[in-house]
C-alpha cells in the first residue's frame, strides 16, 4: 500500500465549477497535510496546510480532513483556467513529507 | 527572501559522468531537504540536513550519491557515474520548522 494515495485523474472542469480532488493515506501517525500546485515543467508551490479534523479555507480554497478516515480533501471553488495544474498531496510525521503522485486538473474556458 | 536557488536548471550529461548540483536555501532556514521527482510520479525524499547535519538518507540512494551542506548553508548532490536511471528533476527545499517546505525550481538531469 502506497503511503499516499490520489486519483490520478485527469480531472476535467469546466470554468466557474468546483473541482474536488481526494487524498488517502496509510499512516495513522501522520500530524500535518498539505497540498501543492505544480505546473508542468515547475517545482511544486505549496497553496494549503491542515493539521486538525474539519475544513480550512483560503480564498477560493478549501481543506477537508478526517483523521479517523485516513482522508485529507481539497476543493478549488469558481475554478479557473489558472487553476489548471498537477496538486500534489503531501503527508508529514516528523521532518519528511511523502507525496501522493498528484492529480492533474484541467479547466476548459 | 530571495527563496530557494537551484543550479543549473538543465544539466544533460553523459552515462558513466559524474555532475553535481547546487541548492542555496532561504537564508534563515536551518532545514533543507532534496527530493527526486520523475514524470507522472510524486516528489520521493533523498536526504535531510538540519543545519549541516545529515540526519536521513533515503535507501533510494545509492552510494553513487552524495550530499553535503558545510557550514549550514548552502547545499550540494553529486551523482558519480551516472545511470539513464538517474533522470528525473532533483528539487531541492528548505523550512524552517515542519510546516510545509518551500521547493526550489529545481535541476532537471537528463543522461544520453
Known amino acids: 500500500q502506497k503511503e499516499v494515495e490520489q486519483n490520478s485523474g485527469p480531472l476535467s472542469v469546466p470554468e466557474g465549477a468546483i473541482a474536488s480532488l481526494n487524498c488517502t493515506y496509510s499512516?495513522?501517525?501522520?500530524?500535518?497535510f498539505f497540498w501543492y500546485r505544480q505546473y508542468s515543467g515547475k517545482s511544486p508551490e505549496l497553496i494549503m496546510f491542515?493539521?486538525?479534523?474539519g475544513d480550512k479555507e483560503d480564498g477560493r480554497f478549501t481543506a477537508q480532513l478526517n483523521k479517523a478516515s485516513q482522508y485529507v480533501s481539497l476543493l478549488i471553488r469558481d475554478s479557473q483556467p489558472s487553476d489548471s495544474a498537477t496538486y500534489l498531496c503531501?503527508?508529514?510525521?516528523?521532518?519528511?513529507?511523502?507525496f501522493g503522485a498528484g492529480t492533474t486538473v484541467t479547466v476548459r474556458a | 527572501d530571495t527563496g530557494v536557488s537551484q543550479d543549473p536548471r538543465h544539466k544533460i550529461t553523459k552515462r558513466g559522468q559524474n555532475v553535481t548540483f547546487r541548492c542555496d536555501p532561504i537564508?534563515?532556514?536551518?532545514?533543507l531537504y532534496w527530493y527526486r521527482q520523475t514524470l507522472g510520479q510524486g516528489p520521493e525524499f533523498l536526504t535531510y540536513?538540519?543545519?549541516?547535519?545529515?540526519?536521513?538518507k533515503s535507501r533510494l540512494l545509492s552510494d553513487r550519491f552524495s550530499a553535503e551542506r558545510p557550514k549550514g548553508s548552502f547545499s550540494t548532490l553529486e551523482i558519480q557515474r551516472t545511470e539513464q536511471g538517474d533522470s528525473a528533476m532533483y528539487l531541492c527545499?528548505?523550512?524552517?520548522?515542519?510546516?510545509?517546505?518551500?521547493f526550489g525550481s529545481g535541476t532537471r538531469l537528463t543522461v544520453v
Open positions: 527545499a528548505s523550512s524552517l520548522l515542519h510546516d510545509g517546505y518551500t
Open positions: 499512516d495513522r501517525g501522520s500530524q500535518s
Open positions: 491542515i493539521y486538525s479534523n
Open positions: 503531501a503527508v508529514n510525521r516528523g521532518y519528511k513529507l511523502s
Open positions: 537564508s534563515e532556514h536551518n532545514r
Open positions: 540536513f538540519q543545519n549541516e547535519a545529515q540526519l536521513e
